[in-house]
């Protein structure tokens, strides 16, 4: 066994992400700290692990327990912060101090041959870039929040609110992912025109090669992405890529296809496959594809590589009728195109929904209470608390990837994440009384089947 993945642990996580919370910068005068700033930050990130629903009812829990030790021994925490203390505290944490720590948990992966299992195309990995909202309200803002005018009820409402430009590593066929640091999207102080998800992908790229410069990386987006200045960046940057493109969106590039599918220099191939066990599915996979073409006439100084894509898949359903399911993709890459890699291309080109199917739907429906409102404050509250979510949800991530223990207590819950949240916040506010030594102790606990029996090994 790889010796790497033998000390990847939850427990070398926690104690890396402790570390790195203690080299937060710290904005309060020294004689008015009463919670470090580590405590601070742990805290926030122990309402997250544990999957508390709010502030509130993580400090309810805090105030009911007789001792506070598996607070400490499980996430360090030494000062145990109110709800308001916290908001107060966090709020003034400047955001980008945060992401030093999921550059952090990526080295140790790294180490630790996890990614191995993401490479794709050789000694490439697949980084997808979306877009989504984490906070949203007609009353509540802050100077950064942007602002829509939106009809509620016959008038015209004022709508506050932020979205972070988050980026995360997949693979075809692996239900998990590896997220990074994720860029705000918010306007700056003083400044009345909103942020966009295109600029703050600029500044999520500018900074991924800075912390990552020799992860090779094929991004995939979505066709709000697919114009000259990104394309543009991402050669720069020598990064590859396969966007997302539309006829609505990018009018000009399908009207040069039309053109070229006319003058014969349009290629086609297509390929034939059973899939299915009890059914069997045939699907039929259709290509035309050709390379260096013109993006559009504001960019006539370089060329991208085009391929369209059209899958067809037929069965017999039980009753004996033949079923039929068509699907429609295209797509702008730098990856020069050919009759062999066609299929491979298309697959990672499909893996951009993984963002959403393994990044936010996970966020919002398993436990991580994504969309509740946890605080906004007047300057990075909001922002912080949604950073600070999606670091635990890389730190669960890497777990199930890499850690014996957690694997087992996935498994012993029947292989369900929900599940597993629910007996980790469990086993932590119904047993009260016992005394975890540890992480490594609390998920050998966690993982048990059938009874709890309360008998440690406190040694």
Known sequence: MNSGIQVF??????????????NVREHREALKIEIPMADALMSAFAVFSLKFASLLKFEEEMKERVNFSNLKTLYQVERIPSDTQMRSILDEVETEDLRPIFKSLFLKAQRAKILDKYRFMGDKYLLVLDGTQCFCSDEVFCESCMKKVVEKDGERVTSYYHQMLCGS??????????PFYPEPIRKKPG???NDSEINAAHRFLKNFKEDHPR????????ALHANGPLIKDLKLMDMDFILNVKPGSHEKLFMHIEKWERLKQVKHFSQEEEIGDKVKKKVIHEFQYTNKIILNHSNLNFSVNFIEYWETTQWVSPKGKLKTQKRHFSWVTSIELNDNNLMEVMRGGRAR???ENETFS????????FEHN??????NLSVNFSNIMMLTFLFDQLQELGCRLYKKALENNSGRRSYLFEKIKSVYTSLAEIEFKDWVQFMEFVGRTGKWK??????
């Open 215 to 222: 992860l090779k990386v094929i991004v995939l987006a979505d």
């Open 362 to 369: 996970t966020l919002k429906n398993q436990g991580y209470e």
């Open 454 to 459: 309360v008998v440690l090994d406190t040694s």
């Open 169 to 178: 590593l997949v693979k075809p066929g692996l239900n998990k992912v590896i």
């Open 353 to 355: 929904w993984k963002i």
């Open 191 to 193: 400044e009345e025109i």
């Open 374 to 379: 946890f605080g906004h404050g007047y300057k």
């Open 9 to 22: 642990s939850g427990k070398s996580l926690l104690q890396g992400i402790y570390d790195q919370f203690k």
